[in-house]
């Protein structure tokens, strides 16, 4: 059974229950005021003289009937109005006649209340000489009562009828919002779309606030999917990407391993092509390329692993760095990198006193790699690198002249395994380093600023707040 007509059942069973206890008590209350009238009015008559209550002219106008029997002689005195209908009430054994009292007695389908008085004579002893019966037709009370049971019974049974049906119309109307709930949690059970909101413009009730609380917890879960999609869509272009790049050394490996081992095992007998020093030279040439395919394959790896370490929210211990030294110590080994470009250093005093709150070997990691990255990019010109001091922040810049890149690759140059379309293929590399680099700088809570102009260069600059409190030397 549904709610609603669960709360529908509930309800009319309440209303049932108050309409008969309603209509019972309006019953009782015009029964006892019908019947306690006439019953009053028998008392007050039979209070008189006994035979002048059965000969009082006044009962034919009050509609009462009178009788008394005397047990001894037999002798029945009726009243008038009782003798003009041939009327005679059943008399009570006297061994039975105990005081006074009422009895209900129909004559000829008629129903009368009777009083009953039992009389009492002195020299008669304890048994009452004669009974006096004082009586009144209540056909029309009777009719009166009935009507009103009828009309209260069914007057309930309307009542009930009507309050069922416009309680299960309110029940519906009030429920039909749930209904709308109720689709959407089957829309997000089957994965349909979850940018639909239940449209509700009722009251702020319960149900107004249940939907709203709905809506949200929809607004969440579309957010929430929205952010796993792209989650998976990276991981897959991740795994994708990093399958590609280990492919490419595995595959030089694996040729000069073959191409080593069908040298080496040449049967004693069988003579080679080629002669000793020219085999010599083949292997080493192969060695040399396996070991520049495994080293390549071993930072490919250590830089996996920086992300992975950074997917797992790991995090690393900072002290206070003093950032001259650093800088000094950074571009003296800059200078023996592989390059093209020229090397400028400018000047690194601005630093002088100057603090960062971070880990100095990955801050010299981060400069390393938009260092390399620069000489990569710089086949010929000059690569720079200075520092600014700009309120609270510190930045490190980097400069090169050399091919740059178009303003709308920006977004993307700190994506996993991305590099510009015009290098893929041409200039060494995976793809990890910016990703790396950006991933140290908000570890530091610093940001990066990147102005590129294709042909022209690119500049990074390396914002870190500055720790104002210099450590104790």
């Given at each position: 059974?549904?709610?609603?007509?669960?709360?529908?059942?509930?309800?009319?069973?309440?209303?049932?229950?108050?309409?008969?206890?309603?209509?019972?008590?309006?019953?009782?209350?015009?029964?006892?005021?019908t019947?306690?009238?006439i019953?009053?009015?028998?008392?007050?008559?039979?209070?008189?003289?006994s035979?002048?209550?059965?000969?009082?002219?006044?009962?034919?106008?009050?509609?009462?009937?009178g009788?008394?029997?005397?047990?001894d002689?037999?002798?029945?005195?009726?009243?008038l109005?009782?003798?003009?209908?041939?009327?005679?009430?059943?008399?009570?054994?006297?061994?039975?006649?105990?005081?006074?009292?009422?009895?209900?007695?129909?004559?000829?389908?008629?129903h009368f209340?009777?009083?009953?008085?039992?009389?009492?004579?002195?020299?008669?002893?304890?048994?009452?000489?004669?009974?006096?019966?004082?009586?009144?037709?209540?056909g029309?009370?009777?009719?009166?009562?009935?009507?009103l049971?009828?009309?209260?019974?069914?007057?309930?049974f309307a009542?009930?009828?009507?309050?069922?049906t416009?309680?299960?119309?309110?029940?519906?109307?009030?429920?039909?919002?749930?209904?709308?709930?109720?689709?959407?949690?089957?829309?997000?059970?089957?994965?349909?779309?979850?940018?639909?909101?239940?449209?509700?413009?009722?009251?702020?009730?319960?149900?107004?606030r249940?939907?709203?609380?709905v809506?949200?917890?929809?607004g969440?879960?579309?957010?929430?999917?929205?952010?796993?999609?792209?989650s998976?869509?990276?991981?897959?272009?991740?795994?994708?990407?990093?399958?590609?790049?280990?492919?490419?050394?595995?595959?030089?490996?694996?040729?000069?391993?073959?191409?080593?081992?069908?040298?080496?095992?040449l049967?004693?007998?069988e003579?080679?092509?080629?002669?000793?020093?020219?085999?010599?030279?083949?292997s080493?040439?192969?060695?040399?390329?396996?070991?520049?395919?495994?080293?390549?394959?071993?930072?490919?790896?250590?830089?996996?692993?920086?992300?992975?370490?950074?997917d797992?929210?790991?995090t690393?211990?900072?002290?206070?760095?003093?950032?001259?030294?650093?800088?000094?110590?950074?571009?003296?080994?800059?200078?023996?990198?592989?390059?093209e470009?020229?090397?400028?250093?400018?000047?690194?005093?601005?630093?002088?006193?100057?603090?960062?709150?971070?880990?100095?070997?990955?801050?010299?990691?981060?400069?390393?790699?938009f260092?390399?990255?620069?000489?990569k990019?710089t086949?010929?010109?000059?690569?720079?690198?200075?520092?600014?001091?700009?309120?609270?922040?510190?930045?490190?810049?980097?400069?090169?002249?050399?091919?740059?890149?178009?303003?709308?690759e920006?977004?993307?140059?700190?994506?996993?395994?991305?590099?510009a379309?015009?290098?893929?293929g041409i200039?060494?590399?995976?793809?990890?380093?910016?990703?790396?680099?950006?991933?140290?700088?908000?570890?530091?809570?610093?940001?990066?600023?990147?102005?590129?102009r294709?042909?022209?260069?690119?500049?990074?600059?390396?914002?870190?707040?500055?720790?104002?409190?210099?450590?104790l030397?």
């Amino acid at each position: 059974m549904s709610i609603k007509l669960r709360l529908t059942a509930w309800y009319s069973g309440i209303l049932a229950v108050m309409l008969l206890a309603f209509s019972a008590a309006i019953y009782g209350f015009f029964y006892i005021n019908t019947y306690g009238d006439i019953k009053d009015r028998l008392r007050e008559q039979a209070k008189g003289e006994s035979l002048d209550v059965v000969f009082d002219n006044r009962l034919e106008a009050q509609n009462l009937y009178g009788q008394m029997y005397f047990y001894d002689s037999g002798k029945l005195i009726q009243s008038l109005t009782l003798t003009n209908i041939s009327l005679r009430f059943d008399v009570p054994p006297r061994e039975s006649l105990k005081g006074d009292g009422f009895k209900d007695a129909y004559y000829k389908g008629y129903h009368f209340l009777i009083f009953q008085k039992a009389v009492n004579v002195e020299g008669f002893g304890k048994n009452p000489a004669a009974v006096l019966q004082m009586a009144a037709y209540t056909g029309e009370q009777d009719k009166l009562l009935e009507r009103l049971k009828t009309i209260l019974i069914a007057g309930s049974f309307a009542t009930l009828i009507a309050a069922f049906t416009f309680g299960l119309f309110l029940a519906r109307k009030a429920m039909s919002p749930i209904g709308k709930v109720i689709e959407a949690a089957e829309g997000i059970q089957t994965g349909n779309d979850l940018s639909v909101r239940i449209e509700y413009d009722g009251p702020p009730d319960e149900i107004g606030r249940l939907i709203r609380t709905v809506n949200s917890m929809i607004g969440r879960m579309e957010g929430f999917y929205k952010n796993l999609e792209q989650s998976y869509a990276a991981q897959r272009r991740f795994v994708s990407d990093a399958s590609h790049e280990l492919r490419t050394p595995l595959t030089t490996i694996r040729g000069n391993i073959d191409l080593l081992q069908k040298v080496w095992e040449l049967e004693p007998g069988e003579k080679p092509a080629m002669d000793e020093a020219t085999i010599r030279q083949m292997s080493v040439e192969s060695v040399r390329d396996i070991a520049d395919e495994a080293k390549r394959m071993s930072r490919l790896v250590g830089d996996m692993l920086s992300l992975a370490r950074a997917d797992t929210g790991r995090t690393f211990e900072k002290e206070p760095v003093a950032l001259e030294p650093m800088m000094v110590e950074v571009a003296r080994r800059a200078a023996f990198l592989p390059r093209e470009a020229e090397w400028v250093v400018g000047d690194l005093s601005v630093l002088n006193g100057k603090y960062v709150l971070g880990n100095k070997d990955y801050l010299q990691q981060m400069l390393f790699i938009f260092i390399d990255n620069a000489f990569k990019y710089t086949p010929s010109g000059e690569v720079s690198f200075d520092a600014v001091v700009y309120q609270s922040q510190v930045g490190l810049r980097v400069r090169d002249t050399g091919i740059g890149m178009e303003k709308d690759e920006v977004p993307y140059i700190f994506d996993r395994f991305y590099r510009a379309d015009e290098s893929r293929g041409i200039t060494e590399g995976i793809g990890l380093g910016l990703s790396i680099a950006k991933w140290i700088i908000d570890e530091h809570g610093g940001s990066v600023e990147v102005v590129t102009r294709q042909g022209e260069g690119t500049t990074f600059i390396i914002w870190l707040p500055l720790l104002f409190a210099a450590p104790l030397e």
